[in-house]
């Protein structure tokens, strides 16, 4: 889960590349929505660690309560604006 749309579409792009399917959204809501509707497994949630909403530990939280087995990784921008 990435809010910024460049990153979030370069990022699946990578990693659909290496052969990952991804489930790539830009908004807490749709995650949470996408993941609970998602019939398959879900491996692996990357997500930003500040987003508009909740934050990344929150939204893997909330993921986790129906996905138990769900690993997360953590990412940040360290820009300073």
């Known amino acids: 889960m990435e809010d910024e749309e460049p990153i979030l579409n370069l990022s699946k792009e990578m990693l659909e590349m290496l052969g990952y399917k991804v489930l790539a959204v830009n908004e807490t809501d749709q ?3 996408l993941a609970e509707e998602y019939d398959g497994n879900i491996d692996l ?29 953590y990412m940040s921008d360290t820009r300073r604006t």
């Open 45 to 73: 949630l990357l997500t930003d660690v500040m987003m508009p909403g909740m934050n990344g530990k929150e939204l893997s939280e909330r993921i986790i309560a129906f996905k138990p087995s769900l690993k997360r990784l």
């Open 31 to 33: 995650a949470l929505r």
